[in-house]
């Protein structure tokens, strides 16, 4: 069970577990993180999930497909190489631990 640790805007961490397979973006909202709002509810399509991983875990995580890297182009903080929509990254004991910078800003 892989375990995330949210590193958010203030510096604080939030640590919280998920089952392999489970969206990013669902163990955010599920375990209450600040700073992940989803409004689209992970359909890939508001960019209000963004994060940016780890740089060796965004390797591990592989790349966006076309249509979230197209969102990234619209997310509020600025976007960076490991920037990704939390709605598209599937957590794997392969990521384990998982380290998730939260932007300070999602709307």
């Given at each position: 069970?892989?375990?995330?640790?949210?590193?958010?805007?203030?510096?604080?961490?939030?640590?919280?577990t998920a089952?392999?397979?489970?969206?990013?973006?669902?163990?955010?909202?599920?375990?209450?993180?600040?700073?992940?709002?989803?409004?689209?509810?992970?359909?890939?399509?508001?960019?209000?999930c963004h994060?940016?991983?780890?740089?060796?875990?965004?390797?591990?995580?592989?790349?966006?497909?076309?249509?979230?890297?197209?969102?990234?182009?619209?997310?509020?903080?600025?976007?960076?190489?490991?920037?990704?929509?939390?709605?598209?990254?599937?957590?794997?004991?392969?990521?384990?631990?998982?380290?998730?910078?939260?932007?300070?800003?999602?709307?």
């Amino acid at each position: 069970m892989p375990t995330v640790i949210f590193q958010l805007p203030d510096g604080t961490e939030r640590k919280v577990t998920a089952a392999s397979g489970t969206v990013l973006m669902q163990a955010a909202v599920s375990n209450g993180v600040a700073g992940i709002v989803a409004e689209c509810g992970g359909n890939a399509s508001c960019a209000t999930c963004h994060v940016y991983l780890d740089a060796a875990q965004s390797e591990l995580a592989g790349g966006p497909n076309d249509v979230e890297d197209e969102m990234l182009d619209f997310t509020a903080a600025e976007r960076r190489p490991t920037s990704r929509l939390s709605c598209q990254v599937q957590l794997s004991d392969a990521l384990d631990p998982m380290l998730v910078h939260v932007p300070e800003e999602q709307v």
